[in-house]
């Protein structure tokens, strides 16, 4: 019997076990040949990254800078305490506006971009047509600058003018404030780049009304917990980034009493309700600035490896990380892989573009996905994906949230706090859920998908973190 | 080498594959010896029923019987067209009520629903005291019967008197209407049996301002599609029995506005919606209706073996079945496996009560338990508890219900109409979540859970259903 062979014997005579790690190649032959293999999720580090990693692994202030970082991101708050237009809340003056991504130039602006500046230029009276806006636009009589940088977040092209009206939410543990546009809708909407007239007659009553009475019912009611909402949400179906249906309900559950009786007329009163409750987008630009204060708070510690923010222009896909203050590493953005609405397809679609990204950043959308996983009928593949999708982002996070408890993987907490050091490792990217702009200016939107960011932001983010390391380590 | 021995001494060298059915004991025995051990869901059927099964299932008419009864249930439809009182919508007169389950009298009525009838008695201005309304009660002062009787549901007590006021559901497909009350929510609530000066000034204002608003609303609105938001909350986490909470938001929204514009006083108006926007459970009483809806289209079809209603009265649990009209199958009604609140225990616990158990019958509640992972948290158990509950129930219905896909499940539809043959071939009863009432008359809820119906309301049904078997087969 082959129990008493000798144990060489044994290897020849017992089916083969393999482990496999790194490059599928090996394993996929052997699955061929009905041979079983164990794969596991090992992978090279990035090539030319490991002096760097060796480097950043080595300072001695990274474990503690980092269980600060991300102490300090599952410890804000976000409460939404008024509504005010950005010329009062951020200083906005007439030509200046504020986008999502990184800084970019007109030259290099996506088209996406352009369309939202444009519409932004004749809401703001300062251009007579499209063309008439462009040809000022490209001669520099505007000025534009991220809205990263003024402590806003802006989904899409993230185009804020002085008369937009602003979500303001605090963060009352660090005493931080963030800001962040007032939804539009789905379709031809200026953050996707659209500049019609439907959307410039929209932005014109979201000023004169939409605002105004959202800014009585927020100062009738007081502070909304928007964190309060966001773990909610995430039991119902919600991740934060690409579907906001149950966060928009409870918003609206939460301010329509204090609403009615603000006094406004009841026609206005009615026509906010339905414009809220008709889109269930609108709670992601309260989930985006909450996402934002909880990774400001995050910001600048010396020695942290945790990403602060992930923003993209429709040509740039940048990051900032916490120990390298408000630098920016960029790298090209990708076009996304999803599903498109109607005749469009993918040549309709322009790369990765939006703020939107904070929320991955702080561990929702891609990374929650597990907890919407009707989400695949949207932008694509099955439950399953979703769910691992969520799993795979525990290996780059520092922390699991777990105020964000993710209901079928039994309240396990939302993976948090993206470790550069850890993607550069492990070359798994970040996971991010998006809406797909068409390219061409004034499209609006054409679908609805997953992307990631380019590897590269993050190994020039280690090579910045090599060199912040103190001498002697 | 083993691989040229013959097959009977394989069998010894090999490790043995055992595959096991029916009672544990023997494949628990071999897993305490480290045998791997395959276990099969099949059970012996009920003792006793071998008979009234095969005679039941050689019935020619049965499976055309069957399609037709589930095949109405997923045709019905449930718009909600009105709200009214009672005494108008199902003309009920002073001194006549309705209650949950099958009929009862008041010598063998439980805790809860003396309370409720007490509490519903001192509504209608029909006793002074307590003590006198439960002395009239028991002296046959007023007169009860099912809501199912009068196409209406109850949830717990599920007690109806002519001053409250009713939802009133249409099925246009089938011409059917059915009714249920408004929700009080939770704690010291007449459903649970409370009939505190609390209670009674809750229901006062709900007859005076809740119903009249919401009837404005609602035909301002028109017909809002019931079965369509059941769609969505089951994306959004809720089962529509224990866990109503997308649903009630969903209604909320759909409601407000035209409530806004409706012209009843802003403060009534506010009132209104922070009572519902406050009680996740409101929508309770919209899904009940639909499903009495969906079931009541299939009433009557001979030789259909599929369950139309389960219901309870705090003393006996009662189930309706298509091929025997409107006969009532009963059994013991159990104490439910939860959670309790505060510091209630099983010991203050009431059997089994309400027409809640509608929502399962229509294939919602327990049997979409996989749609409401986060439901654990208030019944006990885990998620993968609530996954194999609805996986169970596949087993003993007729269909999958399309246009309620479970997300998690890959969208497959919930399980569909309860087969008495296959309950009682297979031994898996329905699996039902439910409230948990104080036994003693007065006390409220005290906790939530899950329950089964008593075999017995199943085999019984199985003999009246081989009883109605043609001669002949």
Known sequence: MTESSSPAARLLTREPV???AGAGLLADALAAQAVAVTRTDWRPPAPGTSGDLDRVLADPRRAEANRTAVGRVLAS??????????SEALGLRPGQFLHAGPPITWERASGPLRGALVGAMLLEGLADTPEDAEKRLAAG?????????????????????PSMWMCELEDTVHGNRAWCSLNEGLGKVLRYGAYGPEVLERLRWMSAVLGPLLQRAVRRHGPVDVRAVIAQMLQMGDEGHNRNRAGT??????????????????????DVIRFVGGNDHFFLNLVMPACKLALDAARGIPGSTMV????????DFGIQVSGTADRWFTGPAAV?????????GPDDANPDIGDSAITETAGLGGFAMAAAPAIVRFIGGRVQDALDATRRMYDITLAQNTAHGIPVLDFRGTPTGIDVTRVVRTGIVPQINT???GRVAG???VGAGLVTPPITCFTSALAALADEVPAGH
């Open 336 to 344: 996304p892989d999803g599903l498109y609405l109607g005749a469009y």
């Open 18 to 20: 393999v482990a496999a």
């Open 308 to 315: 602060v923010a992930m923003a993209r222009n429709g040509t």
């Open 435 to 437: 809406g797909i702009a």
């Open 249 to 270: 309900l409870m918003l609206l559950r939460e301010l329509t009493a204090d609403l009615v009786e603000s006094g406004a007329p009841s026609r206005d009163t009615a």
């Open 443 to 445: 499209t609006g939107q």
């Open 141 to 161: 009589e505007a000025e534009w600058e991220p809205c990263h940088h003024r402590g806003a977040v802006g989904p899409m092209a993230g185009i804020v003018s």
């Open 77 to 86: 708050t976000a409460n939404l305490v008024d509504v005010r237009p950005a």
